[in-house]
C-alpha cells in the first residue's frame, strides 16, 4: 500500500484494502459491524489492523503522521445513562423514601423485590450522580442479603430477552468455537489446562486444582482477547494469568470471608467462588468494594453472567485489563450498544471467527 500510495495512503484506499480482505477471505467479515471489514479499517476513528499495521511502519520509517483529528467511535459501556426498558410503575418523593426506609429492614424476599422493582428509578439515578453513586448499597441492603436482586435491575434496564443470551448461547454455539481458537494460540502451562478443564464435560473428572469446564472456557476468552496495553509508561502492563485472577478467585468452604476480604485491594467486581475446590464449587458471590452479593447463581455460567451484569446495575466501568473481553460479551453475546461501542480490532476479529 505504502510503495504504491505514499507514507499516508487516503483513507479510500485504506477502506479499499479492508473491503478486499473481506470479501477475498468471506469468513473474516463481522457480521455485527455496519459494513462488516471494521476491524481491519474503521474510517471514523482511524482504527483497525491495517491503521494499527500503518503507524507502525510509519514509525519505523519515520514519516510524517497526520494532523487531520480523526472522529472517535462513542465509547458506551455500564456507565452509559440510558433509558429505562422497564414498564413497572416507579415510585417518587414521599412515597420513594418510605419504600427505601421499608426495605432497610424488611426480610420478605417476595416484598423486597417488590419494592427494589418500584424504586429502580431512583436507584439509577443514585447510581449516575458522581456524588451519590458510592452509597447505593449503603441505601440499600438487601442486595447483600436476598439474591436475584442483580438479576431483577439489569432485566429492568435491558428486558428479558437481552438478559438470557449468555445463558442461551454460550453451551449452544460459542464455546467450542472458543476452545478451538484458543488451541491456535500459542501455548503456555496454564493455557493448556485451561483448554483441557473446557473439554471435559462432567466435574468429577477434573482434578482439585482446575476449574469446571463452563469456567474454564470463559476463561478462555482472557487469553483471547488479552489486557490492552495502555500507552503510559507508567503503568505496569499485567499478565494474561493476573487478568484471569481479576475475574474470579476461588475461597476454601471451611475458611473465613474476613481473610480473602481484607486482601482486596481492588474496587472492581469479581466473583468468588465457594467450594471444597475449584471443580466443586456451592454458591457464588459478587464481590464488590469489600461486600459480598450473594448470586442466585448454581453454575459457573450462570455466576459469570451475574459478574457481567453487576458493571450496569452499579454503573462500573470494566477493569481495564478485562476490557476487551467484557466489551466481546457485551457486543458479541448481550448485543448491547452494537456498532456504537468503541472496540479493539481484535473484539471484531474473534466476533468473525466464532460466528461465521
Known amino acids: 500500500m505504502i510503495d504504491k500510495h505514499g507514507c499516508i495512503p487516503p483513507k479510500e484506499i485504506r477502506v479499499k484494502y479492508a473491503v478486499g480482505i473481506v470479501t477475498v477471505f468471506p469468513s473474516l467479515k463481522d457480521p455485527y459491524s455496519r459494513q462488516g471489514y471494521e ?4 474510517a471514523e476513528g482511524n482504527s483497525g489492523y ?4 500503518l503507524k507502525t511502519v510509519q ?3 519515520r514519516c510524517s503522521r497526520t494532523t487531520t483529528s480523526e472522529a472517535t467511535c462513542e465509547r458506551r459501556g455500564p456507565g452509559t445513562q440510558r433509558a429505562f426498558f422497564t414498564s413497572e410503575m416507579q415510585l417518587e418523593g414521599d412515597r420513594c423514601q418510605e419504600a427505601i426506609s421499608f426495605l432497610k429492614h424488611c ?4 416484598q423486597v423485590a417488590a419494592k427494589m422493582k418500584s424504586t429502580f428509578q431512583y436507584r439509577q439515578k443514585m447510581i449516575h450522580d458522581p456524588e451519590k453513586s458510592s452509597s447505593v448499597i449503603s ?3 438487601r442486595f447483600l442479603d436476598t439474591k436475584g436482586l442483580v438479576l431483577q435491575d439489569f432485566e429492568l434496564l435491558f428486558g428479558v430477552e437481552t438478559a438470557s443470551k449468555l445463558l442461551e448461547k454460550w453451551d449452544s454455539c460459542l464455546k467450542q468455537k472458543v476452545i478451538q481458537e484458543a488451541k491456535a494460540l500459542t501455548q503456555s502451562l496454564h493455557l493448556s489446562c485451561l483448554i483441557q478443564s473446557a473439554e471435559l464435560q462432567c466435574n468429577t473428572s477434573h482434578g482439585a486444582t482446575d476449574w469446571d469446564s463452563e469456567m474454564s472456557s470463559l476463561l478462555l476468552l482472557v487469553y483471547l482477547l488479552p489486557p490492552p ?3 503510559n509508561k507508567k503503568v505496569v502492563k499485567i499478565s494474561v494469568r493476573e487478568a484471569v485472577d481479576r475475574v474470579v478467585k476461588f475461597h476454601k468452604s471451611c475458611c473465613s470471608f474476613e481473610e480473602v476480604l481484607g486482601s482486596t485491594q481492588t474496587t472492581q467486581p469479581y466473583i468468588l467462588a465457594v467450594g471444597t475446590s475449584k471443580s466443586s464449587i456451592h454458591e457464588y458471590y459478587i464481590v464488590l468494594d469489600g461486600q459480598l452479593i450473594p448470586c442466585m447463581a448454581k453454575s459457573s455460567l450462570s455466576a459469570f453472567n451475574e459478574l457481567f451484569k453487576t458493571h450496569y446495575v452499579f454503573g462500573i466501568s470494566y477493569d481495564a485489563a478485562l476490557h476487551n473481553m467484557f466489551t466481546f460479551l457485551q457486543t458479541t453475546i448481550y448485543n448491547i450498544d452494537v456498532g456504537i461501542t468503541h472496540e479493539s480490532p481484535r473484539i471484531g476479529d474473534l466476533r468473525a471467527k466464532v460466528l461465521n
Open 139 to 141: 441505601l440499600f441492603p
Open 107 to 110: 426480610l420478605d424476599p417476595e
Open 50 to 53: 491495517i491503521a494499527w499495521r
Open 229 to 231: 496495553s495502555s500507552g
Open 59 to 61: 514509525r519505523n520509517n
Open 39 to 42: 476491524h481491519f479499517y474503521d
